[in-house]
């Protein structure tokens, strides 16, 4: 599979999973360990508009700041540093994602609405799950900066949560 290549200020859907769909969090201690890395990581050269760990996936929307070349490197070095420390504490080596994290522009207002109702379905309590941005975008949480931004595109927290529940309602 050929990889899309990032573009600066442009928005992606990046996810990967587990090898042989092994769980890559065995804790909640491991997933906040991995939002602390992406957060050291990444943070100054990408915007993160929403997010979902699931425990064998993980699903992020960001918008790309920085140079192509600087962000797959922050990413490499992000990914690489959560799998050693992953590693150290289950006393286990070698892989632990899929070879590449996977890709896809977002390039239309109406597959990112579509996207962000997805990743946010993920968990079947979605509403009340601790490691996704539905609950920071519902408090319209200042600590998490996307908040106001998905809410407006939404047309505000009502269609923002109107939209979630129609979709578990078709089951998207």
């Given at each position: 599979?050929?990889?899309?290549?990032?573009?600066?200020?442009?928005?992606?859907?990046?996810?990967?999973?587990?090898?042989?769909?092994?769980?890559?969090?065995?804790?909640?201690?491991?997933?906040?360990?991995?939002?602390?890395?992406?957060?050291?990581?990444?943070?100054?050269?990408?915007?993160?508009?929403?997010?979902?760990?699931?425990?064998?996936?993980?699903?992020?929307?960001?918008?790309?700041?920085?140079?192509?070349?600087?962000?797959?490197?922050?990413?490499?070095?992000?990914?690489?540093?959560?799998?050693?420390?992953?590693?150290?504490?289950?006393?286990?080596?070698?892989?632990?994602?899929?070879?590449?994290?996977?890709?896809?522009?977002?390039?239309?207002?109406?597959?990112?609405?579509?996207?962000?109702?997805?990743?946010h379905l993920n968990p079947v309590d979605f509403q009340?799950?601790?490691?996704?941005?539905?609950?920071?975008?519902?408090?319209?949480?200042?600590?998490?900066?996307?908040?106001?931004?998905?809410?407006?595109?939404?047309?505000?927290?009502?269609?923002?949560?109107?939209n979630h529940q129609k979709a578990v309602i078709l089951?998207?």
């Amino acid at each position: 599979m050929k990889l899309v290549p990032i573009e600066k200020d442009t928005v992606y859907h990046i996810y990967n999973r587990g090898i042989n769909s092994q769980n890559i969090f065995f804790s909640d201690e491991n997933k906040r360990y991995f939002l602390s890395l992406f957060k050291k990581h990444l943070s100054d050269k990408v915007d993160l508009l929403v997010y979902c760990l699931m425990d064998n996936h993980f699903h992020f929307v960001i918008r790309i700041l920085d140079e192509p070349q600087k962000v797959t490197q922050a990413m490499s070095n992000f990914f690489n540093a959560y799998v050693k420390a992953f590693n150290k504490m289950y006393g286990r080596t070698g892989s632990l994602f899929e070879k590449h994290f996977k890709r896809i522009r977002v390039d239309e207002e109406v597959y990112l609405k579509k996207l962000i109702v997805y990743i946010h379905l993920n968990p079947v309590d979605f509403q009340y799950y601790s490691y996704s941005s539905y609950q920071w975008i519902i408090k319209n949480d200042q600590n998490f900066h996307s908040a106001s931004e998905i809410i407006e595109l939404f047309g505000g927290m009502d269609n923002f949560i109107l939209n979630h529940q129609k979709a578990v309602i078709l089951d998207f």
